[in-house]
C-alpha cells in the first residue's frame, strides 16, 4: 500500500476580476499520483504549474476543490470535512512540509529551538528538558551548532535557515514531508550540500519525500520516480533512470534538452485560456501536435510498467 | 540611529518615568492634600526658597530656607515675606518628599481658594497621566482581539466587523463626547465622570487599531511560518497567539505610545470646558480652565504649569513613540 495516494485531484483558484467575470485558474487539475514508504517522488515542472498548489493541497494548506487524498489508507479529504479529530492530529504529525522561502518560513519572533519544539509541544510532548534534549539532538541531525537553540533566526544564512525548517519538519517524526523547492533559492553549492542532508534523513529516519523543483537535475538527482507537470497536469511519470534516458512526452524532452538553462520559461494559466480548454495543455508549444490534440485532453496512459504518459502519440 | 536621537530618548523616557511616579506617590510628593483649603491666602505667589544668610556684610550659604507670608494687601492680592524668623526645608521626614515645620511652602503658589498649586499638580497629574494609560488599555485590548480574530478567521465574520469599525470611525468622537458629557447628570461623582469618558473614547478608540492589526494579520498569514504551523496541527489559538501576536507586538507598542497623547488631550479639553473632572476634583485639563483669563496669566503665570505638564507628557510620549518606530525592529527587515 503506497504511504500517500492522490486520486484526481483538482485545485481552482477563483479570482474576482474588478471589470472581467470572474476568472477560474486550474491550478491542478485532475492529477493522480502516489508515494511509497521510504521513497523520494520528484515533481518537476516549469513555474506556474501548479506544482506548489498540489504540494500544499496534499497537505490540506489548501483546500483541494475536487478528489481524494488517501494518507496511510485514510481519506484525510474527508476526515477534515467530517472533523475527525484522530484522523486529523494522525496525519498532522506524520505528514509535514519545507518550503522554498528560507525567510518566510521561519517566525523571527521566535527562538530556533522553539520553532523546532513547537511542533512537539503541540503533539503533547511536555517538559522543558526533554523538548531541549529533542531541539538539540534535531539541530546536530541538520548539522547546526548546538548554539543556534537560543538564536533568532535573522542570524542565520539562507540554507542554515533551510535546515532549520527541515528540523522542525522532522521534530515530531513525521513519513511523509513535501520538500516544495527547498534548495532553489540557495547558492550552487549550498543546493548540493543540501541535498545530500535530504537523501541522509531518509537513510537514517526513513521518511518519503515529494521533492518539488523545477530543476529537472535537481530532482532527478533525489528522486527515485519523477512525475513531470505542466499546467495543472502530470504530463509524464516514470522511474527517474528512464525519464532521463528515454523520456516519451515532448515537454519532458523540452525540459531536458534546456538543461542547463538560466532563461527558464515561466507558463502562465493564460496559455491554456486561449481556447485550449478542451484540448492537449501543451499543444499551443508542442511541435509534434496532430489535430486530435486540438479538442482532446489525453489521459496519462501506462505505457511500459512504471512508465506513464499523457500524450496522443503513444 | 544616532546617538544623540537615543539620548533625547532615554531623557524623555526618564521624564516620563518621573512624572508617572510623581502621580503614583502623589501623597509622599505633595506637601499639602488637594483638598485643603487656606481662604486666608488666596493666589499667593510661589514662596521663594533662599540659600543664603547675609551677616556684618558677608554671605553664608546655610541649607534651604523660607519666610513666612503676610498677605500685605487684600485688594491687589499682595504678599510681603516675615523676615524675622527663618523656616528652614527639611527632606524626606514627616512621609514627605518635602516638608516645612511652621510655615506654609507653596512652590507654585496657591489658587484663589488657596490651595496647594503643585500639590494640586501632583495628584490632577493622577486623572491626567492614567487617563492615557487605561484608554489604550481597553482600546488596545479590544483592537488586538477583534483585528487579529477578523483578519485570521476572515468570512461573515470579518465583513461585520469591518462594517462596524467604519460606523465607530465615522463618528464625531469629540462631539460625541461633548453631548455625552452634557448628558451625565450633574450629581454623579468626577470619577464616575472620569470612567466614562475613558470607556467612550475606549470603545470608539479601538476600531482604527482594530483595522490595521487586520490587515496586518491577512499579510502574516499567508507566510509560510503559519502555514508550517497550520501542517503540524497547530490550532487557531495556538497559531495566533504564538505566530500572529508577536509579530504585531512592536507595532503595538509603538502605536500604544503614540495614542496616549489622544486620550490626555481629549480629558484636557473636555475639562478645561467643565465637562470632565469637575472641582473639588482636579486634573491637568480642569485647572488649566483656571488659568483662561488674560489678568491671571499676566498677574500669575505659575499657573499655566498644568498646561506646561500637558505639553511635556505629550513631547516625551511623541519623541519615545518615533525613537522605538525606528529602533523597535533592527533585525527582522
Ligand atoms: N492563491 C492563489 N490565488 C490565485 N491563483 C493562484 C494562487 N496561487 C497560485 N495561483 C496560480 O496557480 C498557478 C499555479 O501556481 P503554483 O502552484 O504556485 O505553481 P508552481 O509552484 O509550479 O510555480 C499559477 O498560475 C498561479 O498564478
Ligand atoms: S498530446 Fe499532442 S499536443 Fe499534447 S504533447 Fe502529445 S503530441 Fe503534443
Ligand atoms: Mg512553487
Known sequence: MSLIRIQDLKVYYTGHGLFRKQSVTKAVDGVSLFVNDHETLGLVGESGSGKSTLGRAALLLIKPT?????????????????????????????????????????????????IIADPLRVHGVRGRKVLKEKALRL??????????????????????????????????????????????????????????????????????????SHDLRTVAFIAHRVAVMYLGRIMELAQTKELITGPLHPYTKLLLSSIPSKDRRTTDQKEQANGHEHGCVFYPRCGLAKDICMDISPDLKEVSPGHSVACHLY | ????????????????????????????????????????????????????????????????????????????????????????????????????????????????????????????????????????????????????????????????????????????TFYLLLTLAVVIPAGVSSATTFMLIIVILSFIGWAGFARVIRGMVLSLKERDFVNASRAYGDSTWGIIR???????????????????????????????????????????????????????????????????????????LNIIGDYLRATIDPHIH
Request: charged fraction near 15%; aromatic fraction near 10%; proline fraction near 5%.
Open chain 1, 66 to 114: 475536487a478528489g481524494s487524498i488517501l494518507f496511510d489508507g485514510v481519506d484525510i479529504v474527508n476526515a477534515a470535512v467530517h472533523k475527525n479529530r484522530p484522523a486529523m492530529k494522525k496525519f498532522r504529525r506524520e505528514a509535514q512540509i519545507v518550503f522554498q522561502d528560507p525567510y518566510g518560513s521561519l517566525n523571527p519572533r521566535m527562538k530556533v529551538g522553539k
Open chain 1, 139 to 212: 539541530l546536530e541531525l541538520v548539522g547546526l551548532p548546538a548554539s543556534a537553540y537560543d538564536t533568532y533566526p535573522y542570524a542565520f544564512s539562507g540554507g542554515q535557515r533551510q535546515r532549520i525548517s527541515i528540523a522542525r519538519a522532522l521534530s515530531i517524526g513525521p513519513r511523509f514531508i513535501v520538500a516544495d523547492e527547498p534548495v532553489s533559492s540557495l547558492d550552487i553549492s549550498i543546493q548540493a550540500q543540501l541535498l545530500n542532508l535530504f537523501k541522509e534523513i531518509q537513510e537514517k529516519e526513513g521518511v518519503s519525500y515529494l521533492f518539488i
Open chain 2, 242 to 316: 504564538k505566530q500572529l501576536v508577536p509579530n504585531l507586538l512592536s507595532y503595538t507598542i509603538v502605536s500604544i505610545t503614540l495614542s496616549i497623547p489622544g486620550y490626555i488631550i481629549s480629558e484636557s479639553a473636555l475639562s478645561m470646558l467643565g465637562l470632565g473632572i469637575r472641582e473639588p476634583d482636579v486634573s491637568w485639563g480642569n485647572m488649566l480652565s483656571e488659568a483662561t483669563n488674560v489678568e491671571a496669566l499676566t498677574t500669575r503665570p505659575w499657573m499655566l504649569s498644568s498646561g506646561i505638564c500637558i505639553i511635556v507628557t505629550i513631547l516625551c
Open chain 2, 1 to 172: 540611529m544616532k546617538t544623540s536621537q537615543k539620548s533625547i530618548a532615554i531623557a524623555a523616557g526618564t521624564i516620563l518615568f518621573l512624572l508617572y511616579l510623581s502621580a503614583i506617590f502623589a501623597p509622599w510628593v505633595a506637601p499639602y492634600s488637594y483638598l485643603s483649603q487656606n481662604r486666608g491666602f488666596p493666589d499667593e505667589p510661589p514662596t521663594s526658597v533662599h540659600f543664603t544668610i547675609h551677616k556684618n556684610g558677608t554671605t553664608e550659604f546655610v541649607r534651604p530656607y523660607i519666610y513666612n507670608y503676610v498677605l500685605s494687601d487684600i485688594h491687589s492680592e499682595t504678599y510681603r515675606e516675615l523676615k524675622d524668623k527663618r523656616y528652614p526645608i527639611e527632606f524626606l521626614t514627616h512621609g514627605k518628599l518635602f516638608y516645612v515645620q511652621g510655615a506654609p511652602i507653596h512652590v507654585l503658589g496657591t489658587d484663589a481658594l488657596g490651595r496647594d498649586y503643585f500639590s494640586r499638580l501632583v495628584y490632577g497629574g493622577r486623572i491626567s497621566l492614567f487617563i492615557g494609560l487605561i484608554g489604550v488599555g481597553i482600546s488596545f485590548g479590544i483592537g488586538i482581539i477583534v483585528g487579529t480574530l477578523s483578519g485570521y478567521i476572515g468570512g461573515i465574520m470579518d465583513t461585520a466587523i469591518m462594517r462596524l469599525t467604519e460606523v465607530i470611525m465615522s463618528l464625531p
